[in-house]
């Protein structure tokens, strides 16, 4: 038993303080608000915030290594170095390519899932597979040639096979396409959650998706029906719908500051920050891979494709933090929107939490919101 004591701490949506935390097996026992004298169980942080960790539920990729093509020494990499940006848990996304090419990607995810889950490393929740079932009016970056409708049979692609199903923690998919409300329940029925993006859906079409189960939006204003004063669009559904979490990229390039402020203010409860990261993240201006597609990364600017379209980011979720409370949002607000809020979003109540029962993925931040030390499941996974 051990306790992590420290002037402030993130506890249910609020900042309180001092406090300290008493964490058993990988789990927080409970929190005191007397912090014990010092000891040789007892780490008292000095100053800055105490915070869960942060959930970042799309990750393509980052610090040189894209994860559809990436061995498992390279996600390991990558899942270290997350924990240094304090991100505690996440899931690589894998998007459109070949079907065959994607089933063996997961496939290869849960062997290599289960070795890094014994790694004091950013932990893999599962896999977010954002594509090939999208708009072909939406596409974005994703390669043209491989998008698909959500057929039964593809569909039972990814249902048939034990270890890519398990592995499937996420699909982004377009409801509007032939077969899409039927892919939702599907999917959804068979424990995996959905997520509505690259869609040209109308407002009433994601509500029917919502409906069926589908409970998220990918990457909010990005590759979407934009919102309109007779047809709010996905954005619209997405911003007044209670049962949707919204993702939001909060590098100020995908979504400029003024409309991220917009999105809190509006939906900030039931906001969830991603990255949208590829291989560029964390890595300096060059040539890069996002499934696919070659990328570029210039400086001052995001990734982008050769004809220009913004290829996933350069964002890392402690950036994400800074850009938000730079805009004079509260740190409270905005660390709950990129740990609970996306805990919440994937059913994980153990997860992105300050709480009694709650897994010990803790940040450490100071006091210019620098990352200075994470825990996951207690064990020490990044100290600066």
Same mark, same amino acid.
Do not use: C, K
């Given at each position: 038993m051990a306790t992590i004591s420290a002037p402030r701490?993130? +506890?249910?949506?609020?900042?309180?303080?001092?406090?300290?935390? &008493? *964490?058993?097996?990988?789990?927080?026992?409970?929190?005191?608000?007397? &912090?014990?004298?010092?000891?040789?169980? /007892?780490?008292?942080?000095p100053d800055g915030v105490l915070t869960p960790g942060l959930i970042d539920l799309q990750v393509n990729g980052a610090f040189g290594a894209?994860? &559809?093509?990436?061995?498992?020494?390279?996600? /390991?990499? +990558?899942?270290?170095?997350?924990?240094g940006t304090g991100v505690t848990s996440f899931l690589p996304t894998f998007i459109t390519g070949a079907l065959d090419t994607l089933v063996a990607a997961?496939?290869? %995810? /849960?062997?290599?899932?289960?070795?890094?889950?014994?790694?004091?490393?950013?932990? +893999?929740?599962?896999v977010h597979l954002e594509g090939p079932f999208l708009s072909p009016a939406k596409v974005g970056t994703h390669p043209a040639e491989h998008l698909r409708e959500p057929e039964p049979e593809l569909v039972d692609r990814l249902l048939g096979d034990d270890a890519v199903r398990d592995v499937l923690a996420l699909v982004t998919l377009a409801p509007e396409l032939p077969g899409g409300i039927a892919a939702v329940r599907r999917l959804v029925a068979a424990g995996i959650k959905v997520s509505i993006g690259h869609s040209d859906a109308t407002a009433a079409q994601v509500s029917e998706a919502a409906d069926a189960g589908a409970t998220l939006v990918t990457h909010l204003f990005n590759a979407m029906r934009g919102l309109g004063h007779r047809e709010p669009g996905v954005v619209g559904a997405a911003l007044t719908d209670p049962r949707l979490t919204p993702g939001l990229i909060a590098d100020l390039h995908h979504v400029v500051p003024a409309v991220c402020s917009l999105v809190l203010r509006i939906a900030g409860s039931r906001t969830a920050l991603v990255t949208d990261a590829?291989? %560029?993240?964390?890595?300096?201006?060059? /040539?890069?891979?996002?499934?696919? *597609?070659? +990328?570029?990364?210039?400086?001052?600017?995001?990734?982008?494709?050769?004809?220009?379209?913004?290829?996933?980011?350069?964002?890392t979720m402690d950036q994400a933090v800074r850009n938000l409370t730079a805009l004079g949002h509260d740190f409270a607000e905005v660390v709950t929107c990129g740990s609970t809020v996306p805990a919440d979003a994937l059913g994980r109540k153990d997860l992105g939490r300050i709480d009694a029962g709650a897994l010990a993925d803790l940040v450490w931040w100071d006091d210019e919101l620098n990352v200075r030390r994470t825990w996951v499941a207690g064990a020490a996974a990044y100290t600066a």
């Open positions: 701490v993130l +506890v249910g949506g609020r900042i309180v303080g001092p406090a300290a935390l &008493v *964490v058993e097996n990988g789990r927080i026992v409970r929190i005191e608000d007397t &912090v014990p004298p010092a000891g040789p169980d /007892h780490l008292a942080l894209d994860f &559809v093509a990436a061995s498992p020494a390279e996600w /390991h990499t +990558v899942a270290a170095r997350l924990a997961l496939a290869q %995810a /849960h062997t290599t899932r289960a070795t890094l889950a014994a790694e004091p490393v950013a932990r +893999v929740l599962g590829m291989a %560029a993240a964390g890595m300096p201006p060059g /040539h890069y891979r996002l499934g696919d *597609v070659e +990328v570029t990364l210039t400086e001052g600017d995001v990734p982008r494709n050769p004809d220009g379209t913004i290829a996933g980011s350069a964002l």
